[in-house]
């Protein structure tokens, strides 16, 4: 389906809110650990506001550089618990988001957003809580004139994210699971949390060996 000149494709499963709820106990480094650290998306793309964290099965969008308009029709495509994923071509010359759309991913349900290219308005953004990732931020406002695409795979930061693809931020960054990986990468990130534990529990035992001769 074709709206004016954005192509839409909205025929994609989505990942059971139980499954999400299990990926959000863990850390995205963690996360990065368990997938043999692929699927990471390159650090240039950060949370704008401290503190930003997301889990979410993915709706890709595909715009021009420094164009919104395929954002701006995804709205009505979001389903609760999807983060938009957008491939904005790392474009620093004009803010794909600010917080008038950011308000609205979070009003339609959005767990949040990853935007390769830049956005503004990140005070506010993040006074709202709504989690935004992108590669940096400018003043200035994009155009609205398309095309893009809704619904097929982009590729952010080094890594194709297919529709309905788990995604996960936080302050480390974005990783991508894909729906197929996610029984395996639950059970590889419990082994590894629990062998952290252990060494965590190893440091303590050497601080206090350590406070004991001191």
Not at 43 to 64: D, E, F, H
Not at 154 to 166: K, L, R, T, W
């Amino acid at each position: 389906m074709t709206q004016d000149n954005v192509r839409v494709s909205s025929a994609w499963e989505r990942v059971e809110g139980q499954v999400l709820d299990q990926f959000r106990a863990h850390s995205v480094a963690n996360l990065g650990d368990a997938l043999d650290r692929l699927n990471i998306v390159d650090g240039g793309i950060a949370p704008i506001w401290n503190g930003a964290k997301a889990v979410g099965t993915a709706l890709p969008i595909l715009t021009v550089a420094g164009d919104n308009k395929a954002v701006i029709a995804a709205l009505e495509h979001i389903r609760p618990g999807d983060i938009l994923v957008i491939n904005a071509f790392g474009h620093d010359g004009r803010a794909i988001i600010g917080d008038n759309l950011a308000q609205r991913f979070a009003v339609y349900g959005a767990a949040g957003a990853v935007v390769d290219g830049y956005v503004r308005d990140a005070a506010i953004i993040g006074e709202l809580g709504v989690p935004v990732f992108a590669r940096g931020l400018t003043p200035a406002g994009p155009f609205k004139n398309g095309p893009g695409t809704i619904g097929e795979p982009v590729a952010i930061g080094g890594v194709v994210v297919n529709p309905g693809d788990i995604v996960a931020a936080d302050g480390d960054g974005v990783i991508v699971i894909p729906p197929h990986r996610a029984d395996e990468a639950l059970r590889a990130v419990e082994e590894i949390v629990a062998r952290e534990a252990a060494l965590d529990a190893e440091v303590e035992t050497l601080r206090n060996q350590v406070k004991a001769v001191r």
